[in-house]
């Protein structure tokens, strides 16, 4: 018979007792939570960008007479509808509706014959200039005609592919939900009272105040990435940071640690993806497509890139939804920190210490 020293079975129990007390419900659900975003990451970047597809670009059409119209008929019907074409007056006011950000491309049909022109804008993405290229370019083979590109909105030869709006735009909001989860790991997730609600918040904005004005310069001034000017820049990028911040305080505020992660399944995991940034909107499947203007990245990749190339046309509803998380974010920050939660009476009074019976007898 084997008998197991009683120094082994000590340290075994000791150790299973250290597993038992570092392994707690809490913490087996915040690791089951992280295994969650790992693989709706993998799923979100990979479906949305795994496979990109034109579909209903908006797009003009110049050309005389009923030209125009055989024309949209013409590309209307294009296998997979990559194009949502629609007549426009002339060359001119074409490009007033690229500029706008109405239209994302045009055809200028020449009546006699030559070669047309095609209107494009890599400044509000590379891939989706070039995309543009191969459709009409494709359509106009079939019809034996050719078309020479225009860049009316060319992006910055330092742009690489048009996207260093969409960086800058993911440094402003990592640095939003980075300080905030800071302010949360410091002091705890939840403010105790809507002081310190208020202080985490107006650390949020002189952070976001300093981090818009350093992306600002670095990515014009320093680099010359962007020609956009920088005040401009600088204004938007302390919106989104804050914003972004906001509500990752409000989401801590409500669901405490837990809300770090949901800020990141909202800023990061559905966010970049569907920002536009890598595949402008029309590339993307429908449910990034839609998804992405209503979320910061993708407002402010859309801002950024007005601003930078578009002379700052089109922002106002991007900045709209971006004020609309700064706002709502705040509110709720505030809310939070005065509605009852059950502990915290207990957290803001001092420990009382241990009473001692009295011997009996």
């Not at 225009?150 to 910055?156: E, H, K, M």
């Not at 993307?284 to 007005?306: E, H, K, M």
């Amino acid at each position: 018979m084997s008998h197991t020293p009683a120094g082994s079975r000590t340290r075994s129990g000791s150790f299973l007792g250290e597993v038992k007390d570092a392994v707690t419900p809490r913490a087996t659900l915040l690791v089951l939570g992280v295994i969650a975003l790992q693989l709706l990451f993998i799923a979100s970047y990979v479906g949305a960008l795994h496979d990109p597809k034109p579909e209903d670009v908006p797009f003009g059409v110049a050309a005389p007479g009923a030209a125009a119209g055989q024309t949209v008929d013409r590309l209307e019907r294009l296998p997979g509808s990559p194009l949502d074409p629609r007549t426009v007056a002339d060359e001119a006011d074409a490009r007033k509706q690229i500029m706008n950000r109405e239209i994302d491309g045009a055809l200028i049909v020449n009546p006699e014959g030559g070669p047309d022109t095609l209107l494009v804008a890599s400044g509000g993405g590379t891939a989706l200039a070039t995309t543009l290229e191969r459709v009409v370019g494709k359509a106009e083979q079939a019809e034996q005609r050719t078309a020479r590109t225009v860049d009316v909105a060319p992006a910055s030869p330092h742009d690489f592919n048009g996207l260093s709006s969409f960086y800058l735009v993911v440094g402003w909001c990592v640095g939003g939900y980075l300080c905030a989860s800071i302010l949360a790991i410091s002091t705890g997730a939840r403010p105790s009272n809507p002081r310190r609600a208020a202080i985490r918040l107006i650390v949020m904005a002189l952070v976001a105040i300093v981090g818009g004005l350093g992306g600002a310069v670095i990515v014009g001034p320093i680099l010359g990435a962007l020609p956009g000017g920088v005040l401009d820049l600088w204004g938007l990028g302390a919106l989104i940071t804050f914003a972004v911040g906001a509500a990752t305080l409000a989401l801590q505020g409500v669901f405490g640690i837990v809300g770090i992660g949901l800020a990141i399944l909202l800023v990061v995991i559905a966010g970049n993806p569907s920002a536009g940034g890598a595949f402008p909107l029309p590339l993307l499947p429908p449910f990034w497509r839609a998804i992405g203007p209503a979320l910061p990245p993708g407002a402010g990749t859309w801002a950024a890139r007005s601003i930078a190339y578009f002379k700052g046309n089109d922002t106002t509803a991007a900045l709209l939804v971006l004020w609309a998380w700064a706002v709502l974010g705040t509110v709720i920050t505030m809310l939070a920190s005065v509605l009852p939660r059950r502990g915290r009476q207990e957290e803001e009074l001092p420990p009382t210490p241990p009473t001692s019976a009295a011997p009996a007898g």
